[in-house]
């Protein structure tokens, strides 16, 4: 079946500008999850959704980041006013639930480059 | 706070040698550990996990990974590596009743040499 996927893939755009990422999950898939992950780093949790609820946003990094998740299915990642140091790749996974144990299913990322 | 360490950002090992990746995780409550591997420009993917039971976690291309409680680890081993292995390596610890978050370490990027 079909898996996480992504879009953009990557995104150039000028320091200022505000950009949206779009995350499609597996069908199914109640639990998505947003991820930065910036060269050499590990990733940085930003925001889960279960449904179309995010029950914590405290990983967003700043007012500039919002997300939403409508139908239960894809989300969207905006960033407002961006910033050089919002260059990263940022992943979105999906799960069948929030359960501790259960594997988060990725998809292959949207790099974001700001100039 | 919850932490994991991976010791080694880069890793390099010979075709057919042992490979050995180290994690490390603080947790004062029993945790549950994943391994996942990224391919260059892919997403991650599930190589292994602990949950209860058997230490000794057996996952996919040949990786096992064992829990050890006393040292607070979870290292990713290969007996034989393949040039096919070359990926970013990620341990992942999930603690809490309700913590739904995964803690990731840094990454440790595995070469072999031919």
């Known amino acids: 079946g079909a898996g996480v996927s992504q879009s953009p893939s990557n995104k150039v755009t000028e320091k200022g500008k505000d950009v949206e990422l779009r995350c499609d999950p597996i069908s199914g898939h109640t639990a998505l999850y947003w991820y930065r992950q910036s060269l050499g780093q590990g990733l940085e949790f930003l925001i889960y959704?279960?449904?179309?609820?995010?029950?914590?946003k405290s990983g967003l990094p700043s007012d500039r980041f919002s997300a939403e998740r409508t139908g239960g299915s894809v989300s969207t990642l905006t960033i407002q006013r961006t910033q050089q140091e919002d260059s990263a790749v940022y992943l979105c996974?999906?799960?069948?639930?929030?359960?501790?144990?259960?594997?988060?299913?990725f998809g292959p990322g949207t790099r974001l480059t700001v100039l | 706070a919850q932490s994991v360490t991976q010791l080694g950002s880069h890793v390099s090992v010979s075709e057919g040698a042992l490979v050995l990746l180290r994690c490390n995780y603080s947790s004062s409550v029993p945790p549950y550990l994943f391994w996942y591997v990224q391919y260059p420009n892919q997403g991650l993917q599930l190589l292994l996990k602990?949950?209860?039971?058997a230490t000794l976690v057996k996952g996919i291309n040949g990786f096992e990974a064992e829990f050890k409680k006393s040292e607070t680890s979870f290292h990713l081993t290969k007996p034989s590596a393949h040039m096919s292995d070359a990926a970013e390596y990620f341990c992942a610890v999930s603690v809490g009743d309700s913590n739904y978050q995964l803690i990731w370490g840094a990454g440790t990027k595995l070469i072999i040499k031919p």
């Open positions: 996974a999906s799960g069948p639930g929030l359960v501790r144990y259960n594997e988060q299913f």
């Open positions: 602990y949950t209860t039971g």
């Open positions: 959704f279960q449904g179309n609820s995010a029950p914590d």
